[in-house]
């Protein structure tokens, strides 16, 4: 699989070739509208991350040592970022997850969307989903010890 | 005579920047609004050679920006025509002069099981602050509702107002809607009953002339910065015979008379509400603004905003799928509307890459969101520096936003 930070810088790369802001909006409406819709199940309160403009869905299992993240948004655009988010840290050891900055949104320009005041839901996705890490590592842990 | 658009427009500077290398076309004023050349160098002014504390020096330059001050407090006297300067109360801010209401008021007039009625299209901020006082005084909070075009729906009204009720606050224009509320009658039948009431004008005082006697309400607040003054500062105007009677609401300096350890008596009308240094910059900066839109003429922009109504309405009811939140007869420049299936953090998203700034989300009024089973809006709220033209660049950025989105 590819290193995680490849995969940040290509993600970077890509957003590089759109001088124009639309079409970087373009894409993310793309990626957004190819990200499976979440688990009915898991599009409830119990996982809602509530910004108080836009709303994220977050669910994460862990399989065979690898986080499996189900993730949605009600807005299309803010579904596009979290498509990014789920495309590089899924399928990733928590380890993977809680070593590497996370730089690609900077990178491309979206720094603003996860700022605590943009109120979207995107930062405490991330926040959520480095949690969603910490715990499996925590709990992987314990059952080496025990 | 119409307004000189072209004259105003260059009377505020940041109008004239580009944002993503497209011309800013700011239409979210009923957040803040932009700030004339004047008010900005009056602040500088005030900052480079006039900056003294006011009210207790004993030298040239506190005795300067003392009358300045003081100036400052008669042009908003003259502003609102209110009887005495007394009845001016400068304050932080339209949220800080409904919270000196509510405690001072709520100190000497609210116990357990009186009733305070407000409307269902409030800004949080005057919600929050009664139900903090019905928090501490075990008093109850009763809410006004509206007809789905956002019209007051007054004949609840009557019931409402009963032997409990202590204070009506009503918001005089909607900040999500753009309602302006029939406030006069509303007044009418509170007094009728004896209730005092509070009009909450920080969305009013921009868009046209109030005149509190007129009105006669008992208390009148607003922002400075909504009314193209600097930030920070704000107007509690109250009726002088009730001022006297309420307890101040902060204690410290400048507001006092005596002060031993054992007690303390308090200054007189209005120094008693303004403890401590004031943000006296910012109150003289408003005097400023309301000197500048003076000058302009609060008719002929109250005449040229309808036209820029009439003309906004008919455009946005003219995109398919469009819906408009708040359809009022009478009414302020500021629209809030969503478009079919698409979120307004998106469209906002959107709006902003072409340079155009509106709000998205509850506009702090989230019982208006409930009324209409929706999570947000998003809201264009122009002023008097707002032109058609900038009004077709919404309606292609809403078109073109339709497009990405759909």
């Given amino acids: 699989m590819t290193d995680y930070n490849e995969i940040q810088q290509d993600i970077v ?134 | 005579m119409g307004l000189n658009i072209k004259q105003i427009r260059s009377d505020f500077p940041i109008l004239h920047q580009q944002v993503y290398n497209k011309p800013l076309i700011y239409l979210d004023n009923g957040a803040t609004t932009q700030k004339p050349q004047v008010v900005i160098d009056t602040v500088r002014e005030l ?38 300067t007394n009845e001016i109360i400068f304050t932080s801010g339209a949220t800080g002069s409904i919270n000196a209401v509510a405690f001072s008021f709520g100190e ?21 602050p009664w139900q903090m006082l019905c928090d501490r005084k075990g008093a109850s909070i009763k809410v006004i509702p509206f007809y789905d075009n956002g019209e007051l729906i007054l004949e609840k009204l009557d019931d409402l107002l009963t032997d409990r009720t202590r204070i009506v606050a009503l918001t005089h224009a909607s900040n999500s809607m753009g309602t302006i509320n029939p406030v006069k009658e509303v007044i009418k039948k509170a007094h009728a009953k004896g209730i005092p009431v509070l009009l909450d004008g920080a969305q009013m005082v921009q868009h046209g002339e109030v005149d509190v006697r007129e009105l006669d309400c008992d208390f009148y607040i607003f922002s400075s910065h909504k009314i193209f003054g600097p930030t920070g500062s704000g107007v509690l105007y109250g009726k002088e015979s009730i001022l006297e009677e309420l307890p101040p609401y902060q204690g410290g300096g400048d507001m006092v008379d005596q002060v031993t350890f054992e007690r303390t008596s308090y200054n007189t009308l209005p120094f008693k509400f303004e403890a401590g240094t004031t943000n006296y910059t910012g109150a003289i900066g408003l005097a400023a603004a309301l000197d500048y839109l003076q000058s ?58 072409m340079g155009i700034a509106v709000r998205t989300g509850t506009h702090c009024t989230q019982p208006v969101m409930d009324h209409f089973g929706i999570d947000g809006t998003i809201r264009a709220s122009l002023v008097f520096y707002n032109t058609m033209e900038e009004v077709d660049a919404l309606i292609e950025g809403i078109q073109r936003t339709i497009q990405m989105l759909s």
């Avoid at chain 1, 380890?95 to 109120?119: K, M, V």
């Avoid at chain 2, 050679?49 to 407090?73: C, F, K, P, W």
């Avoid at chain 2, 116990?111 to 949080?124: C, K, L, P, R």
């Fill in chain 1, 13 to 146: 790369d890509e957003f590089s070739v759109f001088e124009d802001w639309l079409d970087r909006y373009n894409y993310l409406i793309e990626l957004g509208n190819d990200l499976p819709a979440i688990d009915p199940k898991y599009r409830t309160n119990e996982y809602l991350i509530n910004g108080c403009q836009s709303k994220v869905w977050l669910h994460a299992d862990l399989v065979e040592g690898k986080l499996l993240f189900n993730a949605d948004s009600d807005a299309i655009i803010v579904k596009g970022i979290v498509a990014l988010l789920v495309k590089l840290m899924n399928e990733r050891t928590p380890a993977e997850i809680l070593q590497n900055d996370l730089f690609f949104i900077d990178g491309i320009g979206l720094r603003q969307n996860l700022s605590p005041t943009r109120s979207n839901g995107l930062l405490a996705m991330v926040k959520k989903m480095r949690l969603y890490a910490m715990a499996y590592q925590a709990k992987e842990n314990q059952n080496k010890e025990s």
């Fill in chain 2, 47 to 84: 900052q480079e050679t006039r900056n003294s504390s006011i009210h207790r020096g004993v030298h040239y330059l506190s005795d300067q920006m003392t009358d300045r001050y003081e100036a400052a407090r008669e042009t908003v006297r003259a502003f609102l025509n209110a009887a005495s």
């Fill in chain 2, 108 to 128: 000497k007039f609210v116990t357990a099981g009186d009733e305070i009625v407000i409307s269902e299209m409030e800004h949080h901020s005057n919600i929050v």
């Fill in chain 2, 296 to 353: 302009i003429g609060f008719e002929a922009i109250g005449r040229y905003e309808q036209e820029l109504t009439g003309y906004t309405l008919e455009k946005l009811g003219g995109i398919d799928g469009l819906k408009i939140y708040g359809t009022a007869a009478n009414r302020i420049s500021v629209f809030s509307f969503l478009m079919q299936n698409i979120h307004p953090y998106d469209a906002g998203m959107i709006l902003d890459k």
